[in-house]
């Protein structure tokens, strides 16, 4: 086994007792430091392939390996993710379990405020954050774990452009810091700059595996995602039909 692999996936399938395949057959390795945008459109099996890697619920065939290397997840659902009064409390309470000191885990909160743009929001009540400041503080929490394997589950549902900027912002840091990234989203145009490799899952099955710039070459839209390429000449273009 190569000595630089993070996550490994061998012949990963999933089916739940409704009768429902959520995935079939599915087989990838990502090495560590690598960044990786896994696209697929609704239904096709990313957030059941997260909960996989994740270890929240198992595989009913085949292996998921992590190799020296914790996952940290931000879930699709923001809400689901909020544990704190506060967004201060909500991210203080994931640093203190990594073994951290009282004075550095509120320099670590301090930090990822300051880096997801909540500083002002720091006190409030959490749940009433707004869509996108949830994600934000989603992603904070995450970062004050400092995890080695960081996986994002459409972490741009909800974001305006600003927001999009920010987390963007931090993925490239992330990607520059070494972490191994998993991104699971539709909204390639978002992302696919800072993607080493691009994979397609579609119905339960991975339907494709390579570079960013093969993948654009393939026939995205037979798979139901869009192609970013497509641009807008007019106002009459700007609408999806
Ligand atoms: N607990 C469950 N029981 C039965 N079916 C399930 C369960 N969880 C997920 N599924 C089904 O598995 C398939 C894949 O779902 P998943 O949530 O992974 O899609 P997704 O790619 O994340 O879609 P989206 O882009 O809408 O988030 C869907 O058909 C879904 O209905
Ligand atoms: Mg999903």
Request: hydrophobic share 40%.
């Amino acid at each position: 086994m190569e000595e630089n692999i993070a996550l490994e996936v061998r012949g990963v399938g999933r089916t739940f007792s409704d009768g429902t395949v959520a995935l079939k057959d599915i087989s990838f390795s990502i090495r560590k430091g690598e960044f990786a945008v896994i696209a697929g459109s609704n239904g096709s099996g990313k957030s059941v392939l997260m909960s996989l890697i994740a270890g929240l619920d198992e595989p009913s065939e085949g292996t998921i390996t992590l190799h020296d290397c914790q996952a940290g997840l931000v879930f699709q659902d923001a809400d689901s993710q909020i544990l704190g009064e506060t967004p201060e409390e909500d991210i203080a309470f994931g640093a203190k379990n990594c073994g951290l000191t009282k004075e550095q885990v509120k320099k670590r909160v301090d930090s990822v405020l300051s880096e997801t743009g909540l500083t002002y929001k720091r006190d409030a009540y959490a749940r009433l954050l707004s869509g996108g400041e949830k994600r934000r503080l989603a992603v904070a929490g995450i970062l004050a774990m400092d995890r080695s394997l960081i996986i994002f589950d459409e972490p741009f549902a909800n974001l305006d452009w600003p927001g999009v900027k920010q987390v963007c912002g931090i993925m490239k840091q992330l990607k520059e810091e070494g972490k191994t990234v998993l991104v699971l989203t539709h909204e390639l145009e978002k992302v696919l700059a800072l993607a080493d490799r691009f994979l397609v899952l579609d119905k339960g099955h991975l339907v494709f595996d390579g570079t960013p710039e093969s993948g654009l070459a393939a026939d995205l839209e037979s798979w139901g995602i869009r192609n970013p390429m497509t641009s807008y000449k007019s106002i009459k273009e700007m609408i999806w039909l």
